[in-house]
């Protein structure tokens, strides 16, 4: 199976702040990787696809990058609608696999 | 607009079965999609657990050997999950979700259930 290492587990950042989280797939995945965003109490949303492509109506802060295997989501001017977890995952082949998540916290 | 709704007991026995409902509405699942089931450990790791296709056929994750099967309702849109000889380890938030093929090879649940939390204790 493709593991993908996902960091940090946990952070915190502030209000307005840039922050980024990353995932290294233990194998090549190419561009077969997406972001979810997970709120307390609710169902993962797609953010990211084809790591670099943003999901309708997803805002701008949020962008996703590559580079080679290590892949990355960044978001700009940090909000607290921007708080919960947030789970790689690749679609490269099966099984799919997720990153362990990352839970932002606004401080 | 495409919804998904869990069903199932919230309590389970070691060594016996898990079963779960998803309630389509909305969409055929005939017409199109995956329909996938993932789950959620404490802890926040995600699990995909396999899925069955709009045709009927299914892919499992391997790492559940032969304790997993989804199945179908088509007359009541309804696909369903059976996890057989569960452990403490089963423990987790199930979600039933539908995969979508995009262009370019990309594949992503763009629709997803509210989940339901499952214990396994005795």
């Known amino acids: 199976d493709i593991q993908m290492t996902q960091s940090p587990s946990s952070m915190s950042a502030s209000l307005g702040d840039t922050v980024t989280i990353n995932c290294l797939a233990s194998q090549d995945i190419g561009n077969y990787l997406s972001w979810y965003q997970q709120k307390p109490g609710k169902s993962p949303k797609l953010m990211i696809y084809g790591a670099t492509n943003l999901e309708d109506g997803v805002p701008s802060r949020f962008s996703g990058s590559r580079s080679g295997s290590d892949y990355s989501l960044t978001i700009n001017s940090l909000g607290y609608d921007d708080e919960g977890i947030y789970h790689c995952h690749q679609y490269y082949e099966y099984p799919y696999t997720f990153g362990a998540g990352t839970k932002l916290e606004l401080k | 607009e495409i919804q998904l709704q869990e069903s199932g007991p919230g309590l389970v026995k070691p060594s016996q079965s898990l079963s779960l409902t998803c309630s389509v509405t909305?969409?055929?699942?005939?017409?199109?999609?995956?329909w996938s089931w993932i789950r959620k450990f404490p802890g926040n790791k995600m699990e995909w657990m396999g899925y069955?296709?709009?045709?009927?056929?299914?892919n499992y994750n391997p790492s559940l050997k032969s304790r997993i099967s989804i199945t179908r309702d088509t007359s009541k849109n309804q696909f369903f999950l059976q996890l057989n000889s569960v452990t403490t380890e089963d423990t987790a938030t199930y979600y039933c979700a539908s995969g979508y093929y995009g262009l370019g090879g990309d594949y992503y649940f763009d629709y997803w259930g509210q989940g339901v939390m499952v214990t396994v204790s005795s």
């Open positions: 909305g969409y055929t699942i005939t017409s199109g999609y995956d």
């Open positions: 069955i296709s709009y045709s009927g056929s299914t």
